[in-house]
């Protein structure tokens, strides 16, 4: 059966560090990769998605950006985190117009 | 450019009433529609899609091309479903043959006792 892992389950980090999340999908491939925030009365926004190894679209500009290193692995990253990178990251997978399946999420509190 | 609208950010009802959440959205081609629901401490997770027409815990959505909307009914409520419900579409974009995935929202369903 398909499985997504997403860790770490929260991450405290100060201004002006690096980030790495990561997110590994299992039973399936070839997946189309999304990372979305998830933040209190905006819902999810979608930041980027993947249809394959080293495609990556981007939603909105940021100061996040995004990796898919591998078929089956999706990094969220940055350089140097704002306060404003606060929130909750929520990775997914899907197959073309089907259900999508969410990994647990991770928390960032920027301090 | 918004896609997916959920008017309501929170909704309340009590148990055995009707209950309705909203879902419009935008969209120039043929879209896929689906409800998520996010249940306390657990992962979001497909409440149904509206290709498979089906009923799941009572909840029923009939996509409506012509006022584009694709609402969440079911006609008695109960506790249990007290939860977050985001409404989601799926279609390619100008330009692409790939699908991208747009939520709304979101709303949050409280059934009272």
């Known amino acids: 059966s398909q499985t997504i892992h997403q860790w770490p389950a929260t991450l405290v980090q100060p201004v002006g560090s690096p980030l790495s999340l990561e997110c590994t999908v299992e039973g399936t491939s070839n997946p189309n990769l999304y990372w979305y925030r998830q933040a209190a009365g905006r819902g999810l926004q979608l930041l980027f998605y993947s249809v394959g190894i080293g495609q990556i679209s981007s939603e909105v500009p940021q100061n996040l950006s995004a990796s898919r290193p591998q078929d089956r692995q999706f990094i969220l990253s940055s350089k140097k985190l704002l306060l404003s990178d606060s929130g909750f990251y929520l990775c997914a997978w899907s197959h073309q117009n089907t259900e999508a399946f969410f990994g647990q999420g991770t928390r960032l509190t920027v301090v | 450019a918004q896609r997916v609208t959920q008017p309501e950010k929170l909704l309340s009802v009590f148990k055995g009433a009707p209950v309705e959440l909203k879902c419009n959205y935008s969209y120039s081609g043929s879209p896929e529609l689906f409800w998520y629901v996010q249940y306390s401490r657990q992962r979001l997770q497909l409440l149904l899609r509206h290709i498979s027409r089906e009923s799941i815990k009572g909840f029923t959505a009939d996509l409506n091309k012509g006022e584009t909307s694709f609402h969440l009914k079911k006609p008695f409520a109960q506790e249990e479903d007290s939860a977050m419900y985001y409404c989601?579409?799926?279609?390619?974009?100008?330009?692409?043959?790939?699908?991208?995935?747009?939520f709304g929202r979101g709303t949050q369903l409280t059934v009272w006792p």
């Open positions: 989601a579409l799926s279609g390619p974009d100008r330009g692409s043959t790939l699908g991208r995935l747009y």
